[in-house]
């Protein structure tokens, strides 16, 4: 599991980016901002149910949740996927940028009104 320190998100694994003809580099990104501001996060628990893990187990406490917990894990993600994908969360994602970008702190409204000539 990792965790971004820009845009606060965790997710399993991150990427490398790969320009046209050439190799990925070796550089790993976040999957959300692109940003190399990432580190890895020690799993304690279960990613199924939750339970304290033993036995240097890296993900699931159980057999049960061996066989159950990729599926939720494929569920989370394209749920996620389609909230990233929506405009509202594009556009909220832009107002954040702008604002931490430039200092500021506009509201939905106001990013329109003052950035998009609304």
Not at 99 to 104: A, I, Q, R
Request: hydrophobic content about 25%; some cysteine; aromatic content about 12%.
């Amino acid at each position: 599991m990792y965790y971004c320190l820009d845009c606060e998100e965790k997710f399993e694994r991150p990427y490398r980016k790969a320009a046209k003809g050439k190799p990925a580099d070796k550089t790993d990104y976040c999957p959300y901002c692109d940003s190399k501001n990432i580190e890895e996060l020690v799993v304690e628990y279960c990613r199924c149910c939750g339970r304290k893990l033993k036995n240097g187990n890296r993900r699931y406490c159980s057999s049960v949740c061996i066989s159950r917990g990729p599926k939720m894990y494929e569920r989370q993600e394209k749920r996620l996927i389609k909230l990233r994908s929506s405009p509202i969360y594009q556009i909220a994602r832009k107002i954040a940028e702008y604002n931490k970008k430039n200092n500021t702190d506009l509201s939905y409204g106001q990013y329109v009104a003052l950035v998009c000539g609304g």
